[in-house]
Nanobody, 121 residues
Framework: QVQLVESGGGLVQPGGSLSLSCAAS????????MGWYRQVPGKQRELVAA???????NYADSVKGRFSIARDNAKNTVYLQMNSLKPEDTAVYYC???????????????WGQGTQVTVSS
């Protein structure tokens, strides 16, 4: 069993900052990439940022220059620092991990439970 536990999020004023973290635990052999997605009601879940085990990063155009993703491989944890937040960043943010549970298993995607980020004055 694999669990992704998110923390952080909440309410912040426009221009403010928030940090999210997500720790993966359980039966994990290797994590290839971890990332953050977000979703608002009525829209598809979209990639915000992702990072590989080799620290290659990928960001949505809408967050480039404002958000920063980092990863602690020893702790199986991914972080998202969100600066200069805008009302349009309001969404439920989900952690994602692409991993193998054992040397013999295939790669699977796992999701956290989601954390609400609200940017409003």
């Amino acid at each position: 069993q694999v669990q992704l536990v998110e923390s952080g999020g909440g309410l912040v004023q426009p221009g403010g900052s928030l940090s999210l973290s997500c720790a993966a635990s359980g039966s994990i052999f290797s994590i290839f990439s971890m990332g953050w997605y977000r979703q608002v009601p009525g829209k598809q879940r979209e990639l915000v940022a992702a990072i590989t085990s080799g620290d290659s990063t990928n960001y949505a155009d809408s967050v480039k220059g404002r958000f920063s993703i980092a990863r602690d491989n020893a702790k199986n944890t991914v972080y998202l620092q969100m600066n200069s937040l805008k009302p349009e960043d309001t969404a439920v943010y989900y952690c994602n991990a692409d991993l193998k549970r054992s040397i013999l298993s295939g790669r699977d995607n796992y999701w956290g439970q989601g954390t609400q980020v609200t940017v409003s004055s």
